[in-house]
């Protein structure tokens, strides 16, 4: 029964650990469907995975690669092709299917590519063409100065084999686009995409898949730094511009700005990122005095989520520090909270709650690996800014043994069994919310080796609810049932009108583990030193999903009490669980009995926590 309690408090810990490894895996993109046939690996090795078990990308490669060179035998047209120079930009030829993230839903004309665009962000862009040519010249240390000639010697490893970049083509300049859809470009192209001008603005889905994924190969203050010096080169803002132009172009400016904190509003901790902030919007600002008070709005509103952030992170720190030093709670749960119904709703509270403060770009830097990164001296600081990621992950782990510890801190055969049909009650009340995280949590902490083991106390549960709950969460076929039930569960959040319809919390580890393997499964950079945005578009898709649930408010009367028990109480660790379930129930094979005899002679060492058992178990 502990298998699944096995996966579950590993599968995190394996996925954060395990790096970026991007450079080992295929070149291609590939989407979620494709990586379906990671289910076989083993359940305590998640981080195995091969390029071909993965995405098949090298198969796709070979496939490519004979298919171009047919093609230069022959006239037909290439699958990848450059589109010719025209009047529209590429940015109007985008087709993808990746909704701005919880702002609107994109719009597609059922036309040629080139009017594909998003109904949000429909201005005509009739001053550029088609991007073949570095940046315009910036500042020293640019990143079309400093940066992108660090990058030309840069490698990426594509199937084992190491392939050199080279920026020396005009190939190396462009947006590659395949069926309409923006498929690969280099980083300078990409840089350029975003920038705002008079008369053309960047669509939302592009701009979030950008911000998402581009600090895998430039620091938010770096990009930051890179737009402005565009915007202020190509609009000349230093100088005497057209204010009929710079009067357009301000306000696209502040709509990038704007977006950004929105989205993304961490990256504004950093007081380089602020610098740069204060700098464009003094010069735009003397532009355009109507765009100080929207600069004044934006500067508020991060003022009032950083001060949020703030708060949480002290309240953490200080539930860490009495949950460690409190002595084990004689309340009972139980005794607290009568109702199991109500103790799920405030589960349902903490996990929203913290879902909720869980930066989107913490995905990607989980699994940022320093060396891709060297050449642009990016620091193990700056690319594992995860607090809020791996806080979320210890309070699944703080949650399973506190099901356990709530369990074997009885001595009564008769009270433990209260308390294990209380907490799957309690499971089967958030399943019906769709609190999935909390439910695998409660399992997980039922199925540990000293709850597992209790098998008197198991004889007199009725437990055919929890096996239908197990059945539910079971790991086998990749979380096939659970993967049914919660898109059963997003299909009826997507039309609730009811608040209480609306929550899906994901089982947490899972949603990294895909994340993970989708990262694993391909190549960040393509043979030619293009960045492979197919890859970052479905890496987007699946953290836009993850912005949607975590911006549902929890409709329940919340219990302060309740919920500060639940945070902050101590919880016992591994070994002071074994021994304690062999004080409620005593070994009955020869390992368990040595396993004892090994805890006792421990604790012995240790007379504290010797006594604090005793003391919970009571002398027998």
Sequence with gaps: MCAMYYYASKLTAAALSGGGGAANSASSGCSPQQLQSNSNNSPDQPGTSSSTSTCR????????????????????????ERLPPQKHHPSRQRGNSLPPPAIAKPVKTPTTPEHHQYKTNSLPRTNRGKITKSLPQTPAGSLAGKSLAAGAAASSMVNGGTHHLHNDSADSHELVYRDGNLVSGSLEALVQHMVPTEDYYPDRAYLF???????LFIKPHELLGE??????????????????????????LVQLLTEWTETFPYDFRDERVMGHVRNITQKVANVDAAARQEVSVLLQNLLVKFTALERYEEALSRLANEATTEPLAQVDVTELCPSATVLAQQLTHIELERLSYIGPEEFVQAFAKVSESAHLETSFKDMKKTRNLESYVQWFNRLSYFVATEVCKHAKKKQRVRVVEYWIEAARECFNIGNFNSLMAIIAGLNMSPISRLKKTWSKVQSAKFSILETQMDPTGNFSSYRSTLKAAMWRSAGATDERQRIVVPFFSLLVKDLYFLNEGCSNKLPNGHINFEKFWQLAKQVTEFIAWKQVACPFEKNTRVIAFLQASPVLSENALALASFECEPPDNNH??????ALKFMFELVPPLEKEINKIMGEK
């Excluded at 368990?592 to 005899?597: G, I, N, P, T």
């Design 57 to 80: 990308c090298a198969e796709k490669q070979k496939q490519q690669q004979q298919q171009q060179a047919k093609q230069h035998k022959s006239p037909k047209k290439r699958h990848y």
């Design 209 to 215: 898949a950008f911000l998402l994924s581009a600090r």
């Design 227 to 252: 737009v402005c010096a565009l915007c202020e080169h190509q609009q000349n803002l230093n100088g005497e511009g057209g204010k009929e132009r710079l009067h357009r172009f301000v306000p696209r």
């Design 592 to 597: 368990e009995k040595d396993r004892y005899k």
